[in-house]
């Protein structure tokens, strides 16, 4: 029986003027990330200049498609569990996430998840992952 998602109070999400273009995108549904246009290297948290190279970054829609680098399933202090995770999308980021709408006993190191959006008190989307059936 998978374990439904109740969110703990989500958000507010705060926003600047580097990130609102990432919580822009999110409300429509895609996850945008950054891209160096010297080096070619993608990066996440979204940054100005690339953390490899310095050169300039620009927006790119990312697939949604990655994999379980790591996940812990907290079940206290509160009523709800949850699973929290290191997903590595397609593209090579690494993002600290919550894997959602699963069975949490059946999340597995190496399982692939698709991106899904949950929404904060406030209205922004959240990016969060689910387990991609096989
Ligand atoms: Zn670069």
């Not at 690494?94 to 991106?115: E, S, Y």
Request: with cysteine; charged share 20%; aromatic share 8%.
């Amino acid at each position: 029986m998978p374990t439904p998602y109740q969110a703990r109070p989500l958000g507010p999400v705060i926003t600047d003027a580097a990130s609102q273009p990432y919580w822009d995108a999110a409300r429509q549904g895609v996850m945008r990330i950054k891209r160096c246009t010297a080096c070619g290297k993608f990066h996440f948290y979204p940054r100005a200049l690339c953390p490899f190279c310095q050169g300039d970054t620009q927006w790119v829609d990312a697939s949604g498609a990655g994999v379980i680098e790591s996940v812990s399933v907290t079940r206290r202090p509160g009523p709800i569990p949850y699973a929290i995770a290191y997903v590595r999308l397609d593209e090579g980021v690494m993002m600290l996430t919550n894997i959602v709408d699963c069975d949490l006993d059946a999340l597995r190191i190496g399982d692939r998840v698709k991106l899904c959006f949950k929404t904060a008190e406030d209205g922004a989307a959240v990016p969060m992952f689910t387990p991609v059936k096989t």
